[in-house]
């Protein structure tokens, strides 16, 4: 399978610990986003990368959260000091040209 | 800032009846409108899409229409069947030349399917 795959799929983590998580995108794809989405509602944007390149934030994400895609494969999205807040399932995606981006199956945090 | 409206937020038909949701934007810069269906712990799959240059799209039981002026687009499902239950998601994204590519999504519809 060649889709977007995220890493680990469930984490469960006490309160002010710090988690990281980790997306491989479709692999000719230049452009990866990080979403979050909690249950009922529809996945809000977090930020997006073209090749290395971090482009755009949500002001969603705190300076709790950081990005990074350093070779322009991969990301990881790290959480420090996690919240009972930030629990959530936390989506990666990728696309290549136009607007069309294909998601993985998510990472789901759980801080307790 | 830019919103995404979506309704209804449930939705239950008889299976081999039809089932439309509704979305409003409120960026008339948006040009590409997406749908997702999502199952419990899945991933959002892209199940069909609109540009705003085309006012209709079909692929099989499924259809997208957009009207530009009223900044709304429906997703149509016909001859439902019980594994299109899911929760589906519309989306707005603005335009390549924006330098944004974020998708702004409806807070979802839940559609069952009833045997």
């Known amino acids: 399978d060649t889709g977007v795959s995220q890493d680990p799929r469930h984490k469960i983590t006490k309160r002010g610990q710090n988690v990281t998580f980790r997306c491989d995108p479709i692999?000719?794809?230049?452009?990866l986003y990080w979403y979050r989405q909690t249950l009922g509602q529809g996945p809000e944007f977090l930020t997006y990368f073209q090749n290395e390149a971090q482009l755009e934030k949500s002001r969603l994400l705190s300076d709790r959260f950081s990005a990074e895609r350093p070779k322009g494969s991969f990301s990881t999205l790290e959480i420090q000091r996690t919240e009972q807040g930030d629990s959530a399932m936390y989506l990666c995606?990728?696309?290549?040209?136009?607007?069309?981006?294909?998601f993985g199956e998510g990472s789901w945090l759980t801080v307790v | 800032g830019e919103n995404v409206e979506q309704h209804p937020s449930t939705l239950s038909v008889q299976e081999g009846d039809s089932a439309v949701i509704k979305c409003t934007y409120s960026?008339?810069?948006?040009?590409?409108f997406p749908w997702y269906k999502q199952e419990l712990g899945k991933r959002p799959q892209l199940i069909i899409d609109i540009r705003s240059n085309v006012g209709e799209k079909k692929d099989q039981r499924i259809a997208v229409t957009l009207n530009k002026t009223a900044k709304h687009f429906s997703l149509h499902i016909t001859e439902t069947q019980p594994e299109d239950s899911a929760v589906y998601f519309c989306?707005?994204?603005?335009?390549?030349?924006?330098?944004?590519?974020?998708?702004?999504f409806g807070t979802g519809t839940r559609l069952k399917v009833l045997a």
């Open positions: 960026d008339s810069a948006s040009n590409y």
């Open positions: 995606a990728s696309s290549y040209i136009g607007n069309t981006i294909y």
């Open positions: 989306a707005a994204s603005p335009p390549l030349t924006s330098g944004t590519y974020k998708y702004i």
């Open positions: 692999s000719e794809h230049n452009r």
